[in-house]
């Protein structure tokens, strides 16, 4: 899920991609593939063949505050801040977007101005 603190700020909850004897599983039937670096400073989204990265998340200015969705040892869903990311590069017709870490904090101070 994904919703706008302001024009310049979206805060992103993915599930990230589950890999199984070596290969690439999404974690939804919706078919996104949200696959994290082994350093977590990238993050890349692998859009199904018949869906469309919006461009409105594709915007060079726009900070991406990272909530990874994941469940914990008893089964509920939880969520770990990852970082401030921003679009880095698109691939393949926007089929494949990339987003790069450019900070492990975030001032919520910042939504105050």
């Given at each position: ?60 200015d726009l900070n991406v505050l990272v909530f990874a969705q994941?469940k914990n040892i008893l089964g509920q869903t939880s969520y770990r801040f990852l970082g401030v ?29």
């Open positions: 899920s994904t919703f706008f603190l302001d024009k310049n700020t979206v805060v992103w909850c993915p599930k990230l991609a589950i890999e199984m004897n070596g290969k690439l599983k999404a974690p939804s039937a919706a078919g996104w593939l949200n696959v994290l670096s082994e350093q977590w400073d990238r993050i890349t989204t692998i859009v199904p063949a018949d869906k469309e990265q919006q461009e409105k998340y594709r915007k060079p994941s990311y921003a679009f880095e590069k698109s691939e393949d017709n926007h089929k494949k977007v990339t987003y790069k870490r450019i900070s492990e904090r975030y001032s919520l101070n910042e939504l105050l101005k």
